[in-house]
């Protein structure tokens, strides 16, 4: 299956997509790393793996619909039939969404629907939460929602703050986005009813 991954800046997840093609019987992709700031570290991640790069800025762009109509093409281009938001930093526009329905799949650092939006490690550490975690979801127009495909729960400790938190959330983030793409690449995942089943069963209720 044909991947297109969508980055802002430092690619972790995107570097960990690119090495789970080390792993056996891995059959995903890449084959298009695309970024809106000319700069991101991710690029020269995927640069070194050999995966061809673009570069699409949304300052050169009227508005949010023709940005991400010049993306939809450049992903279509490429031939990708699963898109990865790793770490892209923009809010996408409904058309894009709905094109791209249950083809584009996103990585959040909580346990979702707890803790959407930004600064989540500092939020939970100032909710005295003793358990967060990672997501990974079917992409929907209202931000942070949409069908669950895998979680991961990390402990928060004493003494934690946001930075050794987000250390520790990453690490599972690392194990479960290339999971999540696998799984979706082998035909395990489906959505029925606004709620994904992996092989045929509901693993992680939406709430
Ligand atoms: C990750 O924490 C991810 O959950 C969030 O943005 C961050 C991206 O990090 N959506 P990286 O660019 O993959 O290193």
């Given amino acids: 299956m044909k991947v297109a991954v969508l980055i802002s800046g430092r690619g972790s997840n995107l570097q960990a997509l ?7 019987y891995w059959t995903p992709e890449i084959v ?3 970024s809106n700031v000319a700069d991101a570290q991710g690029l020269e991640r995927a640069e070194k793996a050999g995966i061809p790069t673009a570069v699409i800025n949304h300052k050169d762009f009227q508005d949010r619909e023709t940005f991400d ?3 939809t093409d450049a992903i279509e281009a490429s031939g990708a039939e699963l898109v990865c938001l790793a770490g892209f930093m923009r809010l996408l526009s409904t058309p894009f969404i709905k094109h791209w329905k249950n083809r584009l799949i996103n990585i959040h650092p909580s346990r979702l629907p707890a803790f959407k939006g930004l600064d989540v490690h500092q939020r939970v550490l100032d909710a005295g939460e003793k ?3 990672c997501t990974v979801h079917f992409v929907r127009p209202e931000m942070d929602t949409g069908p669950i495909i895998i979680q991961a729960s990390v402990p928060v400790h004493d003494g934690d703050d946001a930075d050794t938190l987000a250390a520790r959330v990453l690490e599972q983030e690392h194990r479960i986005y290339p999971q999540a793409v696998r799984m979706i690449a082998e035909g395990r995942v489906t959505v029925g009813g606004d709620q994904a089943l992996i092989d045929g069963k509901i693993l992680y209720p939406n709430e």
């Fill in 69 to 71: 109509a010049a993306m």
């Fill in 32 to 34: 298009l790393v695309l």
């Fill in 18 to 24: 690119i090495d789970a093609a080390e792993a056996p």
């Fill in 131 to 133: 358990i967060t975690g």
